[in-house]
Each structure stands twice: as C-alpha cells, then as structure tokens.
C-alpha cells in the first residue's frame, strides 16, 4: 500500500480545519510547520509528501476570504527547503500545466530531484478556475478538453527536456579542461499546438530520470492523459465500494491499451480519516468541523462547483438544478452533486452537507486502517 500525505489547509483537508486544535494557521508561512509535517509523514512510513496548490486567492464569494485558509507558499522553495529535514520521503510539487511553460516547469521539478538525492515528484493539473486564467493574461480558463491536450503535450515537452543529456554526457575534466561532450546533447526542437520548445535544458538528466509524475482529474480527458503519463493518479475516496474497483480497472486498462504495465500506474484514493478513540468521538469530530463551518461559505462552495451563484435560493425547500450547461471546472465534483441529485431528493442545506462530509472517513485509527 502507498500513502502520500496531502497538504492543502492548515490542519485538514477541509475548508475550516484551519480553526482545529493543531491548525496553526498563524505558521503557514513558517518553514517549521512544514518541516513537522513532512518528518511526521516520514517517520509514519508515507511514500511521499503531496504539496497541493492552486494560482490564485478563492475571492469568488466573501465568504472564501472571510473564512477559508487561501494563502500558501509556492511548492518549489518550499520543497527545496524540506529536502534539508528529510532523508527518504518523496517530496511532491503541484504544477498547472495551463499556466507554467514547461521550460520552468523541468528545470524546477529536475532541479528539485537534484537536491533531494532523487525524491522529487509533480501533481499534473489543468486548473479549473477562471480566477487563476485571470491572473495570466486571460478572461476565462481554457476549454476543459483544450486544458488536457495542452497537459499531455507538456508532459511531452518537459520529459523531452529531461533527455537533453545523455548520461555522462556532463563529466567536468579540470585537466583537460572539458566540461561537456557536445555529441551527448540533445537539441529538442518541439513544434506542437502549444509549445515551441527549442532546449537542450540546462540541467543534466534529474537522479531519477523521469521524476514521478501524479494527476488527479478523473473525468473523461484526465483518465486519458493519467492512462498514458501518469505514474500514481489520485481519485476521489469517496465512492461505494464497486464504483472505485471499476475506476481502479479503468485506469489500470488505460495504463495496458497505453503499452504500458498495469502496475506502471498506482491508483491512490482520496481519503480524509478523522480519527477519534471511539467511533463517536470521531464521528462527534465531523460534526464539529462542521459546526465551524460557516453556512454561508458551504453554500458558496455549491456555487462555485456549479458556476451558478445559489444566495438566492432557500436552503431549505427542494433543490432543482439544471445540469444540461455541464461545467468548465473541475467535472468530477459537478458529476458528483449530479449523481445525487439524479437519485434522491435534497434541499440545499442537505446537498452542501453530504458532500462536505462525504470524503471524510471517521473512526478509531483501527477501524481507518481496517
Ligand atoms: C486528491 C486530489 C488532489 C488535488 N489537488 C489539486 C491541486 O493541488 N491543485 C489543483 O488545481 N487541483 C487539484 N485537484 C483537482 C484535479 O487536479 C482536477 O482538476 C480535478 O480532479 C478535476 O479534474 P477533472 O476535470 O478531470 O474531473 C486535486 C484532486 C484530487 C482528487
């Protein structure tokens, strides 16, 4: 079994846990808060530490600067940093394909596994709001299937760039005064839909060669792209039982049909325990964090997963929404909520409810393991 240690908000993966006793939401900008978690995740035998992020501040609703935990350092000083207070876990960068040239993007996770001795991996995302779109020169995000072709061709780019040397092609002579062998450089010369990439990248060939690379979206286009790049790919934990093993053979398939092995590709779910030493106490746990959950910023997030500003609506008659407009965001928490709806009857009060607290998983730390 492989466990990576999610990073996202301060003391928890949800919008509020920053307010949890051992948040330290004060310490976000600390190297120390960091530096216990990633040493807490190593001595517990976690394969890697996955550092999310996002390019922007979620100021959608007032409610997300009000209350939600928005600010975090970038992931590759921060990592630089952790390589100095760890020795054997994996250390894991997000990267948006759609606003990074991949240029930066293989000299940054390269030289991150250069300093960490050959432990550094990359989350491949696509980005999902048009927020972070605005804050690169556009009005709006790129089409779902446009971000996803500009993904793969990057994964494209930057592995071609990690080629760029041969091995031993950079060996440093001081007698003879020779750095590099001209014949083991490659000059990448990449012409595609997004990217004019001349190279060679001035880093030698990374410890690992090919760093890990992790993706996380499961819709149609993110299995694809997972299926033919990805190493290890993150999916929703939240899903009965039959559900996950039928996604667990569809990626494993698309890893096969991509002439890859079925074990080239790890599939990793998404899980957020909340531990209690009984049952109750965790479960009293959720109802907690729910309680510090202010309404208003639950509802705000229904919003901003639908692309449809729900203030107005009452919370507490029937929910009727129509889904034919599909979504440009992420398409795997739209799906999500359609599924719902489609079966049962919600008011909206109960929507945002069940899927706040459908990823969490409390129990005694026996009943989590089990
Ligand atoms: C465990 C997990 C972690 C994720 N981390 C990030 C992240 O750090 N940054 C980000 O922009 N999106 C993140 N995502 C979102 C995915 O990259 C993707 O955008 C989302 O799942 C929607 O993909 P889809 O449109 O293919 O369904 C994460 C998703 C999951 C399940």
């Known amino acids: 079994m492989i466990l990576t240690a999610m990073l996202f908000y301060p003391g928890g993966e949800h919008l509020t846990s920053w307010r949890l006793p051992g948040g330290r939401p004060a310490d976000y900008l600390s190297v120390g808060y960091y530096e216990d978690f990633a040493r807490t995740a190593e001595r517990a035998g976690f394969a890697a530490v996955f550092y999310a992020d996002e390019l922007y501040v979620w100021d959608r609703f007032p409610s997300g600067v009000e209350h939600v935990a928005n600010l975090r350092p970038e992931p590759f000083g921060l990592l630089g940093a952790l390589t100095r207070c760890t020795e054997r876990i994996g250390l894991v960068a997000t990267v948006s394909t759609t606003y990074n040239e991949p240029f930066h993007t293989a000299r940054q996770v390269g030289s991150l596994d250069f300093l960490s001795s050959g432990r550094a991996g990359w989350n491949l995302v696509t980005s999902a709001s048009d927020e972070e779109a605005r804050n690169f020169g556009l009005d709006r995000n790129l089409d779902h299937a446009a971000r996803y072709r500009r993904g793969a061709e990057f994964v494209e780019v930057v592995h071609g760039l990690w080629d760029s040397w ?97 074990s080239d590709l790890l599939v990793l779910p998404a899980l957020s325990p909340v531990l209690g030493a009984t049952t109750a106490q965790a479960r009293e746990r959720v109802d907690e964090i729910e309680a510090l959950t202010p309404d208003r910023l639950s509802l705000d997030w229904l919003s901003h997963h639908l692309g ?22 992420v398409q795997t928490v739209y799906e999500g909520i359609r599924k719902l709806v489609d079966r049962d009857r919600f008011t909206l009060r109960e929507l945002y409810r069940v899927m706040l607290r459908r990823r969490f998983l409390p129990g005694t730390p026996e009943e989590v393991a089990d």
């Open 166 to 262: 041969d091995d031993g092609a950079v060996a440093p002579d001081v007698a003879s005064g020779r750095y590099a062998d001209p014949a083991g450089m490659h000059v990448l010369d990449h012409e595609g839909e997004f990217f004019r990439v001349r190279g060679p990248l001035n880093l030698p060939r990374p410890p690992q060669g090919r760093p890990v690379l992790f993706q996380a979206g499961s819709s149609e286009d993110g299995r694809r792209l997972a299926g033919r790049h990805a190493e290890a790919v993150f999916v929703p934990g939240s899903a009965p039982l039959p559900g996950a093993q039928r996604l667990y053979e569809d990626y494993k398939s698309r890893a096969v049909a991509a002439g890859r092995a079925r």
């Open 308 to 329: 449809v500003d729900l203030s107005d609506r009452p919370l507490d008659e029937e929910f009727r929404f129509d889904f034919a407009g599909g979504s440009n965001q």
